[in-house]
């Protein structure tokens, strides 16, 4: 009986743990077991930064700067025409010497190339020819007077005389006066007339100081006066022509001697400086841009034409925004353009920001940050990083 009693406890017992077990298992089956407790939520937009991190970052305070208001334009720098010369000979002729090669520095009056000219051997055979007569009417005129003085002649002779030596000079210097222009000096034209000697070689001289741009002379060649291409051509590339084209759009700001900055690719942000000196009357009828010159200070020959080249020109007064250096400014994969601010140089916060164009380093904010704000330069794009190092792990976890 004892027995029974014991076997009937224990088999009651163990129903109960069934039952607790059984319960258990249907309350987790049903949702109704405690949850574990969350973790704390990842933010999609700030991060905290270690001491370690941070030396990796720079921190600036955005301020306020004052901004050009510019156009810019595309073009290409080119020889200023005011200041390059095609140089031709005056005369036909041969070549016979050339003194300088394409890229020599010439001076003003520097011999460029001579040739043999007809045309200067027929205006020196004159010279020699006024100077013989020039000689005999003069003594013709000296002798009539020393006879006057003895009555072996008349009054009339020496007037006769006279003519004929005054005719005689005025045919002289004619001709010395026609071998100027064929740029001979004094002293050549001494040389001529007293060794009644030809020979016919024309010098051509530079009209300014330059470089030579362009040479296509060459011994034996005929040079003919305005046939291209001109033998010679000399330019002064101490200032250069910026042609740019403009946008229709920009007309309106644009005017004549405004102040201009070029760059051009070779010489990285360098500014070159010049004015707008001519605006084309027409557009391109296909891209519906207008021309625009400047003028461009060239001192140390470092634009060479052929240069592509940005042109701005300030349109409006300057105008004060609030700025941060361009290492501060993070382009994100979806296009927006971000910042990181922060309070306590510790926890970043990304914000969206609204930039104008950068001038010298610096943006302006248009919109999204104000004065005085801390931001991150050096080091923004690392913040960007570990903020999506962190978000992409708290994705991961879960």
Same mark, same amino acid.
């Given at each position: ?5 014991? $076997? +009937?406890? +224990? ?83 041969? +070549? ?62 020496? !007037? ?40 016919? !070689? ?29 033998? +010679? ?14 946008? !229709? ?73 609030? $700025? ?75």
């Amino acid at each position: 009986m004892r027995t029974a009693t014991r $076997s +009937i406890m +224990i088999g009651s017992l163990c129903g109960a743990v069934v039952v607790v077990a059984l319960g258990a298992y249907i309350a987790k089956a049903d949702g109704t077991a405690a949850a574990p407790k969350p973790a704390a939520a990842v933010s999609q937009d700030s991060v905290d930064l270690t001491d370690l991190q941070l030396k990796s970052v720079k921190v600036v305070t955005a301020t306020d700067h004052e901004f050009a208001v510019t156009s810019a334009a595309v073009g290409y720098i080119d020889f200023n025409q005011d200041h390059t010369a095609p140089v031709f000979a005056p005369y036909q002729g041969v +070549i016979k010497q050339v003194f300088v090669a394409a890229g020599d520095t010439v001076r003003k009056g520097q011999a460029l190339f001579s040739i043999q000219s007809p045309d200067l051997v027929q205006a020196e055979s004159t010279l020699i020819a006024a100077a013989g007569v020039l000689k005999l009417t003069t003594k013709t005129l000296e002798r009539a007077k020393a006879m006057l003085t003895t009555q072996a002649s008349s009054q009339k002779d020496v !007037e006769q005389a006279t003519s004929d030596q005054q005719t005689a000079e005025g045919a002289y210097k004619a001709a010395r006066d026609a071998l100027h222009i064929f740029g001979k000096s004094d002293s050549e034209i001494d040389a001529i007339a007293s060794s009644r000697h030809t020979d016919g !070689e024309l010098t051509v001289l530079s009209p300014f100081a330059g470089q030579v741009t362009a040479r296509s002379a060459a011994p034996g060649v005929l040079a003919q006066p305005g046939t291209a291409p001109a033998p +010679i051509t000399v330019s002064d590339l101490s200032s250069v022509w910026m042609v740019a084209n403009v946008t !229709e759009s920009d007309i309106p700001k644009l005017r004549l001697g405004e102040p201009v900055a070029v760059t051009v690719d070779a010489w990285g942000d360098r500014q070159f400086k010049g004015t707008v000196t001519n605006i084309a009357a027409a557009l391109d009828p296909v891209a519906h841009r207008v021309a625009v010159r400047s003028v461009i200070a060239n001192p140390d020959l470092a634009l060479h034409p052929q240069m592509l080249a940005t042109f701005s020109i300030q349109t409006a007064a300057p105008s004060h925004l609030v $700025s941060i250096p361009d290492s501060g400014v993070v382009r994100e994969g979806d296009g927006t353009i971000t910042v990181f601010v922060t309070k306590d140089q510790h926890h970043f916060t990304r914000r969206v920001v609204q930039l104008g164009a950068e001038q010298g380093g610096l943006y302006p904010i248009l919109s999204g940050l104000h004065a005085g704000e801390l931001v991150a330069s050096d080091g923004a794009l690392f913040i960007s990083n570990a903020l999506a190092l962190q978000v992409g792990g708290s994705a991961s976890d879960d």
